[in-house]
């Protein structure tokens, strides 16, 4: 599949516009699922023959990615069930613009801008990738930026006009890594030796990466050209200072490096195995898997329930 190449030309909106993996008991299953995906969409209202409209909403479920809008500190929940915003004084959980894509991936990139991945809501005439979209108005709205129909993306770390991205390849069995300097609208394929569960960019050099497989953690400093093994247990990364490079590891244990991975120190520990890691407004967020989002402010050693399901 020839990804070294211009991405395509954004469609018109009538075509392109979207108007408006949960970690299993083990990593090996969540490589399984990366692998593999959610292909299948939003199953849930196909398999048992009951419309979006009709049936009761089921809130954020399979809680995929986590981040904060710097523009009001609103944090958002990308799941398998939609996107929701979480204000900041609030517990409550709101869809975002009433749609229900399956958010396989999500990054905040700026005030109100987002890039996401996945499948599009069952409503919707597209298909089952989504490619790499982006949202300039806080989740209302997705275009297509590129490789719609052919990748959908599992994971998504960017800065500035970079973007890397890792997840499955249409029509196939093949897990992909991928490079971007363009700010997604071109592809270079590269990447670890292993299917990917986390990963996580920088803040101080848009080159530098951290990845865990399964089984292993990898690092790389020239934008995903070479890898090298780091020390360290598999798990869901966060790294929101060059000083505070945070793991969840699939018992729920918050490992904290303050030199890049090099090594680490336990920070605390999570009510149970995580879904998904994230950062924003000097604080870590967590899901779990009964579908609840925890915060920390102080580096992970504590943490309290924000949503509850």
Request: with cysteine; charged share 15%.
């Amino acid at each position: 599949m020839p990804f070294d190449r211009p991405g395509r030309t954004q469609a018109t909106p009538s075509r392109h516009s979207l108007s408006t993996s949960l970690l299993t008991a083990t990593f090996i299953l969540f490589a399984l699922a990366v692998v593999v995906g959610c292909a299948g969409g939003n199953s849930e209202e196909q398999s048992n023959g009951t419309s979006i409209e009709s049936a009761p909403d089921p809130g954020p479920v399979h809680v995929h990615g986590l981040g904060v809008d710097p523009a009001d500190e609103t944090l958002y929940i990308a799941s398998h069930t939609g996107l929701f915003r979480l204000p900041r004084e609030s517990s409550a959980a709101t869809r975002v613009a009433d749609r229900y894509q399956d958010t396989m991936a999500f990054t905040v990139t700026g005030p109100g801008r987002f890039l996401g991945s996945g499948h599009p809501d069952m409503r919707e005439d597209l298909p089952p990738f989504l490619g790499l979209i982006e949202s300039t108005d806080a989740g209302e709205s997705w275009v297509e930026i590129s490789l719609q129909g052919e990748v959908d993306f599992h994971l998504l770390a960017a800065s500035g006009s970079r973007v890397y991205g890792f997840g499955s390849v249409w029509g196939s069995n093949e897990a992909v890594f991928l490079a971007s300097n363009n700010g997604g609208e071109s592809w270079t394929k590269n990447g670890p030796p292993e299917s990917l569960i986390g990963l996580a960019i920088s803040p101080s050099d848009p080159r530098m990466l951290i990845a865990s497989s399964a089984r292993s953690l990898f690092l790389t400093q020239d934008g995903g050209k070479t890898w090298n093994r780091s020390p360290g247990s598999p798990g869901l990364l966060a790294w929101p200072q060059p000083d505070r490079l945070y793991l969840a590891d699939s018992k729920g244990s918050i490992e904290r490096s303050t030199n890049m991975g090099q090594s680490w120190r336990q920070a605390g520990r999570l009510p149970g195995p995580p879904s998904a890691l994230g950062f924003g407004s000097g604080a870590l967020f967590a899901a779990t898997h009964n579908g609840a989002v925890l915060e920390s402010r102080d580096q992970g050693a504590t943490w309290s329930e924000r949503f509850s399901p």
